[in-house]
């Protein structure tokens, strides 16, 4: 039976994490918002600016961390056949909800060895249907999925829905089964505290 991980939490008021994002984004796409159209956040070219190792071939990386706009539904605006170099071989988002795109951007660009945590909604662990087919093939047939982190709702600003954070792994130690952790407790924590803590829940499930 595998052991939950002790967390520490400390949160420092002395970051500069507003200046500390723009340069961690610099040079990123800009996310826009649209919601006059009732659209939310509008994501068009979002997904077809890719880091390329070659024409054809994406980078990869030891490390991915994912914050991507929730249930986006222009996610795939501008994507060809050619740019979507072999993300969504393991399947076809839905077309108007783009939680399991990114979710399949951010680990194709993975090394073999490679750690990924994503922030998702909820709905990613029991919509059915296109999400029913990938979230299966993640499990079943890849066997990449290797924790589940609940989150309580209204921890991010904008949003009230309860989240997760999904980690995969393409060199899983424990092979057998997935690691599930209820941190529904977060809800009684200073809402100051709680970018901390969902930072420190991603940094221990990367490195666990």
């Avoid at 200046?19 to 919601?35: F, I, K, Y």
């Avoid at 066997?143 to 309860?162: H, K, M, W």
Wanted: aromatic share 10%; net charge negative; proline share 5%.
């Amino acid at each position: 039976m595998r052991q939950t991980p002790e967390l520490r939490f400390k949160y420092d008021d002395s970051i500069d994490r507003g200046r500390r994002v723009e340069e961690l984004l610099a040079g990123m796409p800009e996310l826009q918002s649209d919601e006059a159209e009732g659209e939310g956040v509008r994501v068009e070219g979002f997904l077809t600016t890719a880091f390329l190792a070659d024409a054809h071939t994406l980078q990869t990386f030891d490390f991915v961390v994912a914050n991507p706009p929730f249930s986006a539904k222009a996610w795939a605006a501008g994507l060809t056949a050619e740019t979507k170099y072999g993300r969504f071989d393991d399947g076809e988002p839905p077309a108007k909800n783009g939680d399991f795109a990114f979710l399949l951007h951010g680990f194709h660009y993975l090394k073999d060895d490679g750690v990924m945590a994503i922030i998702l909604p909820h709905g990613v662990l029991f919509r059915g249907n296109a999400e029913g087919t990938i979230r299966e093939c993640l499990i079943k047939e890849l066997n990449y999925l290797d924790a589940v982190i609940g989150l309580p709702a209204n921890v991010f600003y904008g949003t009230s829905i309860p989240t997760c954070i999904l980690v995969l792994s393409k060199c899983r130690v424990h092979n057998d089964d997935i690691l599930f952790i209820d941190e529904r407790r977060l809800s009684t924590s200073p809402s100051k505290d709680l970018l901390g803590i969902v930072c420190s829940l991603i940094l221990t499930s990367l490195f666990s």
